[in-house]
Each structure stands twice: as structure tokens, then as C-alpha cells.
């Protein structure tokens, strides 16, 4: 009987091999029809893509909260939202996991401090994984801090920074954390960055939570926030928006 199988495997293995050799004679052979991706109609300009959810367009900051969930207090004004300093973070109130992430920020105009103390706030995905903000426009840091940077983990490929004041975007692609259920780490998070249009992280593996001091590890969660850090910069964010993947 198990002569008989592994004759079957056999045979049926080379059956595929050859067929796969064989030269197709039509073009339909190797066509897929099924599934037919869903329509998106992609933003002009500034809007969102019509399958996005835009976290925030400027008008108000109905989606975030503070990190005690009350409602957020950083700075509305000409569009944008800015850092109030001692305020602490603001949060999304959705979850999510994997996603697509667009966001505008601008570093202050005028230029105070230097290394981490010039223009520095940050974007937490799920809450956990710091995607560097700073002014790095002239400005000297450790190179796993500086904008771009995955806290601490992973140096950006280039420095694309635009001068202070100036409106500049990250767009980034980010795939969740998986865990086993003993807690256990099964498949780091992966994220990829551009940066003003310039790729700065090419897929790469997050270690752990992005610590400010001593290594990054894990700990299980599932979706979480989008968070902003109040680091005491005035710095300013607008045009925020997610797509779930
Ligand atoms: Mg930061």
C-alpha cells in the first residue's frame, strides 16, 4: 500500500513538473479573474483615499483622546494641531493593527535646542513602536534617534528632512505584531517608511517595544492607538489618515 501511495505522489509530481514545463498556447491559461480588487478612488491633493479613515482634517480632534481618555487639548489653529506642552500624548480613540498611515508634521519655525531636544515628538503605532519625529535639519543626534528613526532600532536610510516650518509626510506601512497564545512573540512587526516621498525603512523587523532606555522587548497586545508624543516641542501635525489592512 505505501509502495502504491508514494508511486502516486511520484507520478503525480512529475505530472505537475512536466506540465509546468510544457509551453502554454494561450494567453487566458495563466489569466486570474477572481477576486477583483475593490475600487478605491485614490485623494487629489491633501484628501484621503476614499477607503481611509481620516483621523484628523483639521477642523476638530473628535477621534483622540488624552492617554486618560478625556478629550484631547493640544492646539487647533489654521488647520493644524500642535503639541501643548505638559498635556502629555493624545491617542486615537479607534484601534488598529496592521495599516497604511499617512501624516503631515511640521517642525517650529524658530529653531531652540539641539540633538533630542529640537522639535521632537513621535508616532506610536499600536501604541508601542516609536516612528521618530525631530528636527534633524542641521541638528546632530545619535543616528537610531534622529527623524525617521524607529526609536532606537533602526537608523533611517537617509536624512530627508525639510527646513524647519515647512510642512513634511510620512507614509508608512506597517504590519502588526503576531503572538502565540503563551504570549510568546511569533512575528515581529515590520514597518516601511517614506519620508517626504524618499524611502527611510525598507521593511524592516521592530525588536520591541521602542525603549528610551535599556533593550526593546515584547509583550502581547492586540490592536491598539495611534498615539502622538508630547515631547515639549511646539511641533504640528495635520492631514491624518489610516488605512486598515
Ligand atoms: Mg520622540
Given at each position: ?5 508514494s ?53 476638530n ?7 486618560k ?57 499600536q ?8 528636527d ?11 527623524t ?7 537608523i ?22 503576531k ?33 528610551y ?7 502581547k ?7 502622538l ?17
Amino acid at each position: 500500500m505505501k509502495k502504491v501511495f508514494s508511486f502516486v505522489v511520484v507520478a503525480l509530481t512529475s505530472c505537475m513538473i512536466l506540465n509546468a514545463q510544457q509551453p502554454q498556447k494561450n494567453p487566458e491559461s495563466t489569466e486570474t479573474w477572481e477576486p477583483v480588487p475593490p475600487i478605491v478612488t485614490p485623494g487629489e491633493g491633501p484628501q484621503a483615499p476614499s477607503d481611509a479613515v481620516v483621523l484628523f482634517n483639521g477642523s476638530n480632534l473628535d477621534q483622540w483622546t488624552n492617554s486618560k481618555g478625556e478629550a484631547a487639548t493640544w492646539t487647533l489653529e489654521g488647520g493644524a494641531v500642535t503639541v501643548k506642552p505638559g498635556t502629555g500624548t493624545i491617542q486615537t480613540k479607534q484601534l488598529f493593527g496592521d495599516c497604511q498611515l499617512h501624516i503631515e508634521f511640521r517642525e517650529p519655525s524658530v529653531v531652540k535646542g539641539e540633538s533630542q531636544g529640537r522639535g521632537n515628538s513621535g508616532i506610536f503605532l499600536q501604541g508601542n513602536y516609536e516612528l521618530q519625529v525631530l528636527d534633524c535639519y542641521n541638528n546632530k543626534t545619535y543616528s537610531n534617534g534622529q527623524t525617521g528613526s524607529i526609536y532606537k532600532q533602526h537608523i533611517p536610510l537617509v536624512n530627508a528632512c525639510k527646513k524647519p516650518g515647512e510642512w513634511q509626510t510620512y507614509d508608512v506601512v506597517y504590519t502588526a505584531p503576531k503572538f502565540g497564545e503563551s504570549g510568546r512573540i511569533v512575528t515581529p512587526a515590520y514597518i516601511t517608511v517614506l519620508h517626504n516621498g524618499v524611502l527611510i525603512q525598507n521593511h524592516v523587523a521592530i525588536w520591541g517595544h521602542t525603549e528610551y532606555i535599556g533593550y526593546p522587548a515584547y509583550t502581547k497586545h492586540g490592536k491598539g492607538p495611534l498615539v502622538l508624543q508630547d515631547h515639549g516641542d511646539l511641533v504640528s501635525f495635520r492631514n491624518i489618515w489610516i488605512r486598515e489592512l
